[in-house]
């Protein structure tokens, strides 16, 4: 085995490499770019080397550089994570004169599935079922015109060196493909430096269905079952899952000898992932699959194949590379449970998934337990930046069925904290919730499809998250572990009627909270105990504030939310959501007493702060008069309309008890 490997990556998939890495007891080398100075993967490497400014381009796209670095460092192999250099063919090549071992399969191999064209040629002669179209040289729009038609429309235009979802047209209509044509075109030259085009019959109600294939250097291959991907926004994947749902024994044996047949066409070595295109619109059929293309690198959802299977693919990567055979055999493998992956992506769903660049000010994720598991490259404090992919992490939760882990995955995306920048939590969370996708009823048009139901409109906090809200807000000012029920709350007290006037023993606060969302709750107090009045409904809460968080019993129930405070802001995180909540006054008590024209009484038990005004004195409404501190808070006593103070019985220090006269007016 290897005693060092140089990581020629970043953030998450960095570090996933070297978890295995260190595993196998290497010495792990990371490169960085500027931005990534502090990143983790920098500080959990054994070494690490700055490449240049954050431009993928002048840093982790820089193979000479990387490849000097791992001389320097004396790297015995590089592995270069998924995007960046994985499939660059000549960057394989240069790693291999160098003497370095390239973690992956071999450059020719890499070349022969690179362009798409010629892969499906290759596919064909090797039997292996491609979509119906044209995949040949010409390119002349007349021409590949004609072909459309003889194919047949609907069809989809791909740019042949295109990924990620880019320089591909989806064509209805004779009239609409030159068009068409030309913007698969231009993309695919800007993009990826290559203008040709292939055509495909589109296929309609598609699954994209891969297999993981594994093959090492001694003629071994096998496949390590399949994923289903078919939850994808513009054809790029937000949900990735194993087994697919609805598979049967006979189409995975089917398709997962197709992906080998694939993989030893080109004498493939390591990780490789075959994708399919599944007609799905009369369920999965062992004649109903066709090859898309195959990725010569460890995929981005592979955590759900390790999840299913127990095997770490990593590991198995970095043993082929070394010339070993593969770990298991194909009799060897067997699947367990169901696997579920989400990604987490700072974007905003609501604003046409605009990216959502910012400081993660709090980030906090569901414990990992066994059941949920988190691959992330950031943490708390660190910033998303418009360098990189915007993914914060992937969640995968896996149990014994598919309903079960999907179960933990709502249940892990609610207990998800993200402060700073937008993301795509509440979107995911409703993924996995639509009754649609939890029967299984997928195709790579669903989120497209529900996209109404599926993005978060209405973010405004609900009478539990107002609730919270205050109540987080008066633990934090009184300073102390808890704001203990009162008593019981008689349906017609008045109470209940509460509006504005003054009841005879209590005191009322406004809590204002301001912004977009921005509302008010009247809390009163009575022998140190706390009601809300929130959109006309009285709710009796306790709370407590501890560095996990608020804990609230509101109406007899429990709740946890996260609490973030910020310069003059109450961050409320609540089911999977966080609420933004400018605080009118923040730390200074926000007290409207409205007392009555005879005099003003002491809400509740305290000590008398200051006295603002003398006897004699005359008040306009709202002139505060006296202040009291209680329970850890001051609360100003103001005059309730324009008024003449006849006494005043109280002076700074004293201490009143509930409901004591400390003011009287002269009758107007
Ligand atoms: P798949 O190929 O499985 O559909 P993607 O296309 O999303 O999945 O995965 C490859 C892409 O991942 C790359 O093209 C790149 O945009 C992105 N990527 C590359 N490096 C990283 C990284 N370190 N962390 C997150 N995403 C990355
Ligand atoms: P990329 O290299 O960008 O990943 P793919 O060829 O893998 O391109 O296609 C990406 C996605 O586009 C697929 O996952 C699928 O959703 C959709 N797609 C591709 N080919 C077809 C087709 N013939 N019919 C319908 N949808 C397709
Ligand atoms: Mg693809």
Redesign the pocket.
Known sequence: MFRSVLIANRGEIARRVMHSAKALGMRTIAVYSEVDADALHVAEADQAYLLGPAPANESYLCGDKILEIAKDAGAECIHPGYGFLSENADFAEACEAAGITFVGPSAEAIRAMGL?DAAKRLMEDAKVPV?PGYHGDHQDAEFLAREAARIGYPV?I?AIA?????G?RRVDDAKDFAKALEGASREGARSFGDGRVLI????EQ?R?IEIQVFADSHGNAVHLYERD?SL?RR?QKVVEEAPAPGMTDEVREAMGAAAIAAAQAVDYRGAGTV?F?VDASSGLKADGFYF??MNTRLQVEHPVTEEITGQDLVEWQFRVAAGEELPADQHELHIEGHAVEVRLYAENPAKKFLPSTGTLHRLKFPNEDGHIRIETGVTEGDEVSVYYDPMIAKIIAWDTTRDRALNRLEAGLHALEVVGVKSNAPFLAKIVTHPAFRNGDLD?GFIEQHLDALVPQDEKPGAVEKALAATALLCHRQGEAEIRAMGSSEPASPWEALDGFRVGGFSEETLKFSGEHGFEVAARYADGEISLLIDGVAHEVEGELSDEGLAAVIDGVHYSAGVLWMANRLVLMHGGRSYDLPLENPLAPVLVDEGNAAGLVAPMPGKIVSVLAGAGDKVRRGQPIIVLEAMKMEHTLSAPSDLKIDQIKVAPGDQVDDGASVVTFLSP
């Open positions: 798409k979509v989809l791909k295109g990924g990620g979802g880019k591909m495909e019959k589109y296929i598609p994209h991907c994808q054809h994708e295109i898309m293309e790579t």
